[in-house]
């Protein structure tokens, strides 16, 4: 039966499907433009809308704005997600992950290693030209070209722009209620140490950021690891049981496309963890640093949004979309506002007044949002490269997460398979990555890998994800 000019769009569609599934067209790849692709085919316009928008409902493609149609999909190369970890039994008292992160990171500075390792960005991707443009205004506009000491709630045009930035977290704040501060670390740890004593013990997910592990360290604070879906995070239900069992005093929780595993916490489980802080009465702190990295239409809203009585201290910074060496970070801390600034007090006096001085004349100018456009967009299609990639090159066993933001996947392998020995076999090929034993307390994820795609995809970067597949295959 011949289709008539009705499906001509389903034989396009079709034609294209077919093309994805056989590899032809690959994952995280630009198709052509609707002019060009009504040209190609010798189709009206409107059929090759009609055909884009048949893909797109099925999921195959997805539109970006001002960009095009990229196709996001294939099911033939699409690895299953990872497992959900199983709850802990008591909370864990002493960290043992320093000696792991330090010889992980031992070789951040050496430029001939293949770093899958390290969750930010290059240089290629900031904006250097603008920010260097915003320093030498910000040294014309301050006292002493910026000599003195900062205020210490922080910079008074930083500050304002940051609560510009908050109505598209879906939060209204003013300047009064940001501190600011050395990077997002440093707002986690005044945070941390304004809500709690050594000896307390805090929740976090599993697995969980290795520097909020070490932070427990630092601080002597014991940690409960909750258990967290891979695509809607913390399970709220072992969260509310487990704070009065355990007496936990403190949430650090990762909400908007968690490290490592890329989870994004869906706005009604974000409320109902909210309502778990304020029955318990305990703080809640949310690291929102990679809430403006996401793929989709909108920024996801936070916890903070949904906090009504002060109990979520936000802790954000501009260190993985600008620049990290700037040192540029800020708290909303709510309710514990003044232990927070009696804390940066004892421990910094202030925050570096020219860089952060600079930071708010490059929000202030409107290049912010500009520059992340473009930088969601290359995120998103190296997403879709690295993805493809593993799939192609790791055992047919494999796991990998589903980020919808921020710059790293989670890899599942077999269980025979020790990833830390794995590493010590990759960085003597020049590359390294970061073994899941980082990111728990309690021996688990030794057969788990988390590689950052913040590096845009390159030859070197295929050749490097092929060895790393050709020695997984080597330990089955």
Same mark, same amino acid.
């Given at each position: 039966? +011949?289709?008539t000019?009705d499906?001509?769009y389903l034989?396009v569609?079709d034609?294209?499907?077919?093309?994805?599934?056989k590899?032809?067209?690959?994952?995280?790849?630009?198709?052509p433009?609707v002019r060009v692709?009504? $040209?190609?085919?010798?189709?009206?316009? *409107?059929? !090759?809308?009609?055909?884009?928008?048949?893909l797109?409902? $099925?999921?195959l493609i997805?539109s970006?704005p001002?960009s095009g149609?990229?196709i996001?999909?294939?099911?033939?190369?699409l690895?299953p997600m990872?497992g959900?970890c199983?709850p802990?039994?008591?909370p864990?008292?002493?960290?043992t992950?320093?000696?792991?992160?330090?010889?992980?990171?031992?070789?951040?500075s050496?430029?001939?290693i293949l770093?899958?390792?390290v !969750?930010?960005?290059?240089s290629s991707?900031?904006p250097?030209?603008k920010m260097a443009?915003?320093?030498?205004?910000?040294m014309?506009?301050l006292d002493?070209n910026g000599l003195g000491?900062?205020?210490?709630?922080g910079?008074?045009?930083?500050?304002?722009q940051?609560?510009?930035?908050?109505?598209?977290? &879906?939060?209204v704040c003013t300047?009064?209620?940001i501190?600011?501060?050395?990077g997002c670390? #440093?707002?986690?740890?005044l /945070?941390?140490t !304004?809500?709690?004593?050594? &000896?307390?013990?805090i929740?976090l997910?599993?697995?969980s950021?290795?520097?909020a592990l070490?932070?427990a360290e630092g601080l002597?604070?014991?940690?409960?690891?909750?258990?967290?879906n891979p695509?809607?995070?913390?399970?709220?239900?072992y969260l #509310?049981?487990?704070?009065?069992r355990?007496k936990?005093?403190? /949430?650090l929780f990762?909400t908007?496309?968690?490290?490592?595993?890329g /989870?994004c916490m869906?706005d009604?489980?974000k409320?109902?963890?909210?309502?778990?802080?304020?029955?318990?009465?305990i703080?809640?702190?949310?690291d929102?640093?990679?809430g403006d990295?996401y793929f989709g239409?909108q920024?996801?809203?936070?916890c903070k949004?949904?906090?009504?009585h002060?109990?979520?201290l936000?802790?954000?910074?501009?260190?993985?979309?600008? !620049?990290p060496?700037y040192?540029v970070?800020w708290?909303m801390p709510g309710?514990?506002k003044?232990k927070v600034?009696r804390?940066?007090?004892h421990?910094? +006096?202030?925050?570096?007044t020219? *860089?952060?001085?600079?930071? &708010?004349?490059f929000?202030e100018?409107?290049r912010y949002?500009?520059?992340?456009?473009?930088l969601?967009?290359?995120?998103h299609t190296?997403?879709?490269?690295y993805?493809?990639a +593993? /799939?192609e090159?790791f055992?047919?066993?494999?796991?990998?997460s589903?980020p919808?933001?921020g710059?790293v996947?989670?890899v599942e392998?077999?269980?025979? +398979?020790?990833?830390f020995?794995l590493f010590?076999?990759?960085?003597?090929h020049k590359?390294s990555?970061c073994?899941g034993?980082l990111f728990?307390l309690?021996?688990?994820y030794n057969n788990?890998?988390?590689?950052?795609y913040?590096n845009?995809w390159s030859?070197?970067?295929?050749? &490097?994800?092929k060895t790393i597949g050709?020695?997984?295959?080597?330990?089955?």
């Amino acid at each position: 039966m +011949i289709k008539t000019a009705d499906h001509l769009y389903l034989q396009v569609a079709d034609r294209i499907e077919q093309m994805i599934e056989k590899d032809v067209m690959k994952m995280g790849e630009k198709l052509p433009s609707v002019r060009v692709l009504s $040209k190609q085919q010798g189709i009206s316009l *409107t059929t !090759a809308f009609q055909a884009y928008y048949h893909l797109e409902a $099925k999921g195959l493609i997805e539109s970006r704005p001002k960009s095009g149609y990229y196709i996001c999909h294939n099911k033939r190369h699409l690895a299953p997600m990872p497992g959900t970890c199983a709850p802990v039994r008591k909370p864990a008292s002493d960290v043992t992950v320093s000696d792991i992160v330090l010889e992980v990171f031992n070789h951040r500075s050496d430029d001939s290693i293949l770093k899958f390792s390290v !969750a930010t960005l290059p240089s290629s991707l900031l904006p250097s030209a603008k920010m260097a443009k915003a320093v030498v205004q910000a040294m014309r506009d301050l006292d002493g070209n910026g000599l003195g000491y900062e205020a210490l709630q922080g910079n008074e045009l930083l500050r304002g722009q940051i609560a510009r930035l908050s109505l598209g977290w &879906g939060e209204v704040c003013t300047p009064d209620d940001i501190v600011t501060t050395h990077g997002c670390m #440093d707002a986690l740890t005044l /945070c941390l140490t !304004a809500t709690t004593q050594p &000896g307390d013990t805090i929740a976090l997910e599993s697995p969980s950021y290795y520097g909020a592990l070490q932070l427990a360290e630092g601080l002597g604070l014991k940690v409960l690891e909750v258990p967290t879906n891979p695509i809607t995070g913390v399970d709220l239900d072992y969260l #509310d049981k487990a704070i009065p069992r355990h007496k936990i005093k403190a /949430c650090l929780f990762v909400t908007n496309f968690h490290n490592p595993l890329g /989870c994004c916490m869906p706005d009604k489980n974000k409320q109902e963890l909210v309502r778990i802080v304020e029955k318990h009465d305990i703080a809640l702190i949310e690291d929102d640093i990679y809430g403006d990295l996401y793929f989709g239409k909108q920024r996801p809203a936070n916890c903070k949004t949904f906090d009504k009585h002060g109990h979520v201290l936000l802790c954000n910074s501009l260190s993985k979309s600008v !620049a990290p060496g700037y040192r540029v970070g800020w708290t909303m801390p709510g309710k514990y506002k003044d232990k927070v600034l009696r804390m940066k007090h004892h421990h910094a +006096i202030s925050c570096t007044t020219l *860089t952060h001085a600079a930071a &708010g004349h490059f929000l202030e100018i409107g290049r912010y949002e500009f520059h992340l456009r473009n930088l969601r967009k290359m995120l998103h299609t190296q997403s879709l490269r690295y993805s493809q990639a +593993i /799939c192609e090159y790791f055992p047919e066993s494999t796991r990998v997460s589903r980020p919808q933001g921020g710059c790293v996947l989670w890899v599942e392998l077999e269980e025979h +398979i020790n990833t830390f020995e794995l590493f010590q076999q990759t960085l003597k090929h020049k590359i390294s990555f970061c073994p899941g034993r980082l990111f728990s307390l309690q021996n688990r994820y030794n057969n788990c890998l988390r590689i950052s795609y913040g590096n845009p995809w390159s030859k070197q970067v295929d050749e &490097g994800l092929k060895t790393i597949g050709k020695l997984i295959r080597k330990m089955n």
